[in-house]
Nanobody, 127 residues
Framework: QVQLVESGGGLVQPGGSLRLSCAAF????????IGWSRQAPGKEREAVSCISSRDGGTYYKGSVEGRFTISRDNAKNTVYLQMNNLKPEDSAVYYC????????????????????WGKGTLVTVSS
């Protein structure tokens, strides 16, 4: 199965920006959706954004839409999450994940159907 390696996390001030990268290795053609979820201390993991390999469609959690942008470079087998205007509540470990199915739609899969996960990269938004 696909191996996912995240990078790009770090410490940033409120209002700042970061770009997360997720490099995929192995059976990269097997997944149909790829995206990002996050988990803050004491909170449950939540889906942030996903992109479909079928049609390029995207899904965003409401609180990040307009600030975050997901994109993919197929030649590099890498997906990115550009995060702008970061807020303290964005602080979390961000995980890259993939799904082999897009049943019930991309939003559903992004929230409930991701089956292969990376180790995560820590994002801290603080002054």
């Amino acid at each position: 199965q696909v191996q996912l390696v995240e990078s790009g996390g770090g410490l940033v001030q409120p209002g700042g920006s970061l770009r997360l990268s997720c490099a995929a290795f192995g059976f990269t053609s097997d997944y149909v959706a790829i995206g990002w979820s996050r988990q803050a201390p004491g909170k449950e993991r939540e889906a942030v954004s996903c992109i479909s390999s079928r049609d390029g469609g995207t899904y965003y959690k409401g609180s990040v839409e307009g600030r975050f942008t997901i994109s993919r470079d197929n030649a590099k087998n890498t997906v990115y999450l550009q995060m702008n205007n970061l807020k303290p509540e964005d602080s979390a470990v961000y995980y890259c994940a993939t799904s082999t199915s897009e049943g019930y739609g991309l939003g559903y899969v992004c929230n409930y159907g991701m089956v292969n996960w990376g180790k995560g990269t820590l994002v801290t938004v603080s002054s």
